[in-house]
């Protein structure tokens, strides 16, 4: 069974950053491509970034040049490094982690990511 377990979230001011990972608990973590969303109240949820195993990354408009995506094959996690935060940047941020031989996906519960002064 697949098992995603986010962490890194919290408070922080405007211009800010933080680190969230996201540890994916599989066999074969080479067969997914992992992607983080975020959810923010009463908006729908969206996508923001996904990486691939052989590094490939993708970036949604709103995030570009800000946040950075990495994975680590040795500890099955993956990384989104975000810079220069800004208010409507507040939500909550969840990975997915599609196996790319049956197209499932499997969501972790998510962090909470604030930016308040």
């Known amino acids: 069974q697949v098992q995603l377990v986010e962490s890194g979230g919290g408070l922080v001011q405007p211009g800010g950053s933080l680190r969230l990972s996201c540890v994916v608990y599989?066999?074969?973590?080479?067969?997914?491509?992992v992607g983080w969303y975020r959810q923010a109240p009463g908006k729908q949820r969206e996508w923001i970034s996904s990486?691939?195993?052989?590094?490939?990354?993708q970036y949604a408009d709103s995030v570009k040049g800000r946040f950075t995506i990495s994975r680590d094959h040795i500890q099955h996690t993956v990384y989104l490094q975000m810079n220069n935060l800004k208010p409507e940047d507040t939500a909550i941020y969840l990975c997915?982690?599609?196996?790319?031989?049956?197209?499932?996906?499997?969501w972790g519960q998510g962090t909470q990511v604030t930016v308040s002064s």
């Open positions: 997915k982690a599609q196996n790319i031989m049956d197209r499932t996906d499997n």
């Open positions: 599989v066999p074969s973590f080479a067969l997914y491509i």
């Open positions: 990486i691939t195993d052989g590094g490939g990354t």
